[in-house]
């Protein structure tokens, strides 16, 4: 698996479409700075599913959208194309390639696809998973990553490790079971505390079951009332529905109009294209007119051109027919008188030829002694020259070699001064090294301090964080347990409601009537069903002032209802319970074991009914179980036992009352316990509240101090680290100077032999210049100067014979080629009189055919203005069409206009229309809806069975059934509806409430089951992704740790590199630790490591992790530029290496790192902004 190739369109600054395409091997991206090249990188980056701008280097995403230029304006969207061969099936899909592409729209809009078809992110992400690249993109080195890999903290290492190794898609897999179980947990809470409340309902609405049987006749009555008014509703909305108008049938008029509108849009068109075609043919008309009348003005220029020349032809006859010249007979004439003045002229030269060859021979013979004469000044002056030529080379080296001698003897000197300043110089440098490491190991010295500082101020932040963290648990959980207390009180209230007909009397506000006794009473926990089982009907009556009151809340409630009713004034009840005005004293108790008088558990905040209450429970003793209660009684038959239970037992009765006023006494303590409970919650609560205030301002300063202490920590650092760089630069410096010594002391050597030769060369110098002879410089020239002048006088003579000799023969001459001349003359005369009359004969038949041509010229411009007629009434002809068709155009524009708003006006009647009738069904839709609700029948069945046309029937036997009349029947269902209001709290759904409640109860156990089988299964997928995840990562750090020392002592010779883990007992969660140290230096922290030695470790543990899990590519963008030769020498090595089993892609400067990639890719950007791309496969 490689990348293929990678297509830009708009991304950044690569507006056009842009396609890299890539081989196996390395590939080096290169260009000047600005050109783009990392926008390759971000482009790789951004297709595989990058979502953070700021990775991308921009601030928002639609920054990768090419932003315009001067030159170019901005694009709309940015597209990236990235093809993957998958021959080798490293992705799991049944293609030998992939293709995977994103696109990003300026309003917002994304959109992925894998082979063009959409897709989603996950799908990319998963995709690029199962071939061991993760969102981490530990294979993209983009800029500044290198130095973020060593900054990061030992668990972002750990994921670099874990992406490599493929496990990032199972921790996904864990963290979402985990927030499964944490939601599955939650929901298991809330279901356990509804199973609860509902176990506490199910037996109050049980009983309240039993007596909603009572309210079946009323809600029978009310049922077919209610349905009865639905169905009149129905049938007079249906009535409305079908007397509702459309109106006007308006379809065939929206359908004419429609095909008016049709024809004449086409006819529009066909308009359109007729103005089209007229427009192009009247461009060509006139294109044609134009040229027509170019023509014709050249043609009218070709006339009056060749006239002009047939006028200047006739002209030039007329003056060749009176040329003037002499006849051929006088010519000859004149040359016989020539001929004879020739043979004078001859005679004169030969006279003038004897003269001249004596005058010659003289000057030949004096010319020979003379140069004798020079051949012997000439070698007196050359023995001179050089003897002088050699006593002055004498003294030049003479010369040179004692301004050699000054030369060397100053610079011995200057390099004598040069050592004694070096040697200074080595000496105070030494001193200041010295120094500088007693400062460096001072502030070492002190760094262990600030460590202790730091890692205590840190602990300290720890504890408190975590001290926060508990708290905010403990709060959590007194919030969830606060909710869960207020969701318990809300539900046991709703345990307590009064019984139907307690509540009538309450909620009557009749005069007289106080309150339930049951809202009086305070009962000891756990003895409610026994108050409840000894009070009988007391404990569930209503408290009233007098037997009048009583009488009356009697003849309100009617003769079917069971109510007891307490007067606490008369310290009796209507239930036929009367007292006496004395109690008789408590006898004592037996020894029976755990018994308490009944009297003593049970009061009230209401005296009169604490005086009903001492009369009602005297001699009722509560005990621990019914064989108790029997020892009791047979022991004291006057006394009553009463359980906990709601056991009643007497010498002569046993019996069980289970009745809802002990459940609701019971209810009513729980609420209280309950409401106890939330204030203790509440209270905690605030607590933690007060607790949680108060640790965030030692938090806060917690943070200070060990940020203060970190400052201080890397201020110590700083400072180690420039006392450690002084330490080298002066160390550096020393090396220089002692360079600088050796050299000044082998110059020394040198200059010293040389000085000696210098001086050996001057001697010599000086001795052979002594042995030089002197001589005379000046040569006797008396005989040359002699024969010279003789010589001299010779050439005038021979001068002056040859000008006599050359004026006869330029007269012989002249006089020659005069006869010749006169003779040609005549005989040229006689041929240009012929030539002559033949040129005035060719250029009368040229003026001929000039004339011709203007005639034809003339000709052809009057066509030509004849043609450029015809053109122009050919183009009114189109005018007048054209201006047709437009007022056409725009008739049939009001038409259409007027046809579409008659249109509109037709939909919109129509749709008002509509709309009416469908308001009615909407009405008609509540009704059914409501019917449905409500009776269980839909609007036909509920017409047919209860429509007006029917007659009402009667519940009563007696009664028989009468015709519909609406207000009848509303008055029944009024009636019915109070009847039914009265017996309201005995609930008339409760059968059906304690079915849906017992089904959902039964439903909550198959939910609470199937969420336990659930969590069992999601905890077992947690410690198997575990298992997985521990046993992948650590054979994948094992490998990393090996590689990472194999890579660390190949770029650090003699230095000392390894990885560890932060807690290696824990291998889910232990961090990765780096360790480095180059040959030559003791550091403790990364930081204190130079910028390309820090590069070198980043790289170093990247290439430890593609070496221990190789992924398909790797992108590293300029990760060597801050690499000396060496270390790039050894980084291309691992390169080499690295390119046997992945792809590498390289943007970079360095030419070392081009000369060993496959193909090169050149990135510029010229002025228009714009990225373009050029490639090179290199062999």
């Known amino acids: ?30 260009g000047p700075n ?14 595989m599913g990058e ?47 992939v293709t995977i592409s994103r696109t990003l729209f300026r309003t917002g809009g994304s959109e992925y696809a894998v082979n063009g078809a959409p897709a989603r992110l996950l ?36 994921s670099f490790i874990e992406e490599a190794a493929g496990v990032l898609k199972h921790r996904r897999r864990k963290d979402k079971a985990v927030r499964k179980l944490t939601g599955l947990q939650t929901n298991l809470d809330r279901l356990t505390d509804l199973r609860t409340e509902l176990n506490r309902q199910l037996g109050p609405l049980g009983r309240q079951a039993e007596a909603a049987a009572k309210a079946a006749t009323v809600q029978a009555t009310l049922r077919d009332a209610t349905a009865r008014l639905l169905a009149d509703d129905a049938v007079r909305l249906q009535s409305s529905l079908a007397s509702t108008s459309d109106g006007e049938d308006h379809s065939d008029r929206i359908a004419e109009l429609d095909h008016t509108r049709t024809r004449t849009e086409a006819r529009l068109a066909e308009i359109e294209a007729r103005l089209s075609e007229l427009d192009t043919e009247f461009e060509v008309q006139r294109t044609a007119e134009s040229r027509t009348q170019t023509q014709i003005v050249r043609a009218q220029g070709l006339s009056q051109r060749a006239e002009d020349k047939r006028s200047h032809l006739l002209s030039e006859v007329t003056s060749l027919g009176q040329r003037e010249s002499k006849s051929p007979e006088e010519l000859r004439a004149q040359a016989e008188r020539n001929r004879s003045e020739l043979t004078d002229a001859e005679a004169a030269v030969t006279e003038k030829t004897s003269t001249l060859e004596a005058s010659q021979q003289r000057k030949e013979e004096l010319t020979q002694a003379l140069g004798a004469a020079e051949d012997e000044v000439k070698a007196a002056q050359i023995a001179i020259t050089e003897a002088v030529k050699n006593r002055s080379a004498l003294q030049s080296k003479q010369t ?52 202790s500082a730091y890692e205590t101020a840190t602990e300290a932040q720890e504890k408190l964080e975590a001290e926060r963290t508990r708290l905010q648990e403990q709060q959590a959980q007194v919030a969830s347990e606060l909710s869960s207390a207020k969701a318990r009180a809300e539900a046991l209230a709703l345990g307590t409601a009064l019984e139907a007909d307690l509540e009538d009397i309450v909620n009557a506000e009749l005069p007289g009537v106080r309150t339930a006794v049951t809202e009086r009473l305070s009962v000891e926990h756990g003895f409610e069903m026994a108050a409840a089982a000894a009070l009988s009907t007391t404990v569930s009556g209503v408290i009233v002032d007098d037997s009048e009151v ?47 008088w009944l009297s003593d558990i049970v009061d009230s905040d209401v005296a009169e009914l604490r005086t009903l209450l001492a009369r009602a429970l005297h001699g009722v003793v509560c005990v621990p179980d019914a064989r108790t209660g029997i020892a009791l009684t047979e022991a004291r038959p006057e006394l009553t036992a009463v359980t906990v239970h709601g056991e009643v037992l007497t010498a002569t009765r046993i019996s069980r009352a289970r009745t809802a006023s002990g459940t609701r006494l019971a209810s009513q303590t729980a609420i209280a316990d ?7 919650l509440e209270g905690r609560a605030e607590k933690l509240d007060t607790a949680l205030e108060e640790i965030e301002p030692r938090l806060a300063a917690a943070r200070e101090e060990s940020a203060a202490a970190l400052d201080a920590l890397h201020s110590s650092d700083a400072k180690i680290m420039a006392a450690a760089e002084e330490v080298s630069r002066i160390t550096g410096e020393i090396g220089v100077a002692r360079t600088r010594l050796q050299r000044s002391q082998e110059n020394a050597s040198e200059l010293e032999s040389r000085l000696a030769a210098a001086e050996r060369d001057s001697q010599s110098a000086a001795a052979a210049l002594a042995g030089a002879a002197v001589v005379d410089e000046v040569v006797d020239t008396a005989a040359r100067d002699e024969l010279s002048a003789q010589v001299a006088q010779s050439s005038e003579d021979l001068v002056e014979a040859r000008i006599s000799h050359r004026a006869a023969a330029d007269r012989a001459r002249f006089l020659s080629d005069r006869v010749d001349s006169l003779l040609r003359a005549a005989k040229a005369e006689e041929a240009a009189r012929e030539q002559t009359q033949r040129t005035i004969a060719k250029k009368k038949r040229a003026a001929a055919s000039v004339q011709l041509i203007a005639e034809t010229a003339a000709e052809a411009a009057e066509l030509a203005t004849s043609t450029v007629a015809e053109l122009g009434e050919a183009i009114q002809v189109l005018v007048d069409e054209r201006s047709g068709l437009r007022e056409e155009k725009g008739r049939l524009g009001e038409e259409l206009g007027s046809a579409r708003t008659q249109l509109q006006k037709l939909k919109d009647a129509a749709a008002e229309a509509e709309l009416a009738k469908e308001r009615f069904r909407l009405r008609l839709e509540e009704i059914g809806h409501r019917s449905e609700e409500e009776t269980g029948l839909g609007i036909d069945r509920l017409i047919d069975e209860f429509g007006p046309h029917l007659p009402v029937p009667s519940f009563e036997n007696d009664v028989e059934d009468r015709p519909y009349v609406r207000a009848e029947v509303e008055k029944a269902q009024k009636q019915a509806a109070s009847q039914l209001k009265r017996i309201g709290t005995v609930n008339p759904l409760a059968l059906e409430e304690y079915e849906a409640l017992k089904e959902r109860h039964q439903f909550l156990e198959k939910q609470i089951a199937d969420i336990e089988s659930s969590r069992k299964d999601l905890m077992q997928l947690v410690e198997e992704v575990d298992r997985h995840v521990e046993r992948v990562f650590a054979e994948a750090y094992a490998d990393t740790a090996r590689e990472f020392e194999d890579i660390f002592s190949r770029l650090f010779p003699g230095g000392e590199g390894a990885l560890s883990l932060t807690d290696p007992d824990d291998m889910l969660t232990t961090g990765v630790d780096v360790h480095a140290r180059p040959a030559g230096k003791k550091v403790k922290r990364l930081s204190l490591l130079s910028g390309g030695e820090r590069s070198l470790v980043a790289v170093a543990m990247l290439v430890a992790i593609f070496k221990a899990r190789p992924s398909p590519f790797y992108v590293m963008d300029e990760v060597e530029a801050a690499l000396d030769d060496l270390n790039l020498s050894r980084l291309l090595t691992v390169f080499e290496e690295l390119q046997d089993s992945s792809q590498l892609i390289v943007i970079t400067h360095q030419k070392r790192t081009m000369e060993i990639a496959d193909a090169l890719y050149g990135v510029t950007m010229h002025g228009d902004g714009v990225s373009k791309v050029i490639s090179q496969r290199i062999p």
């Open 1 to 30: 698996m490689h990348l293929k190739s990678l297509t830009l369109r708009g991304f950044k600054s690569f507006a056009s479409a842009t396609t890299l395409k890539f081989e196996p091997g390395i590939t080096c991206v290169v």
């Open 51 to 97: 979502q953070g701008a700021k990775n991308l280097r921009g601030g928002k995403m639609d920054d990768v959208i090419f932003a315009g230029t001067s030159k170019r304006q901005a694009l709309g969207r940015a597209e990236v194309t990235l093809t993957i061969d998958n021959s080798d099936g490293a992705i799991p899909v049944d293609y030998t390639e």
């Open 400 to 451: 040179q070699a004692a301004e050699r001698i000054t030369d060397l003897r100053s610079r011995i000197e200057a390099n004598r001064t040069e050592i004694e300043t070096v040697t200074a110089r080595i000496t105070e440098r030494t001193k200041e090294l010295e120094s500088a490491e007693t400062g460096v190991e001072d502030v070492e010295a002190g760094e262990t301090e600030l460590d």
């Open 123 to 158: 799908d990319i992400q998963e995709l690029l998973n199962d071939s061991g690249l993760g969102k981490e993109m530990h294979v993209i080195v983009g800029q500044g990553r290198l130095d973020a890999i060593l900054h990061a903290d030992p668990l972002e290492r750990r």
């Open 674 to 680: 309950t409401h106890s409970l939330i204030t203790d």
């Open 34 to 47: 600005g050109s783009g090249k990392s926008n390759v990188v971000d482009a790789l980056s951004w297709v």
């Open 550 to 596: 009583a009488l009356a809340v009697l003849d309100h409630l009617g003769e079917d209802t069971n109510v007891s009713l307490t007067i606490p004034a008369g310290a009796r009840t209507m239930s036929g319970k009367g007292g006496g005005s004395a109690l008789p004293t408590l006898p004592e108790l037996p020894a029976l074991g755990q018994l308490q």
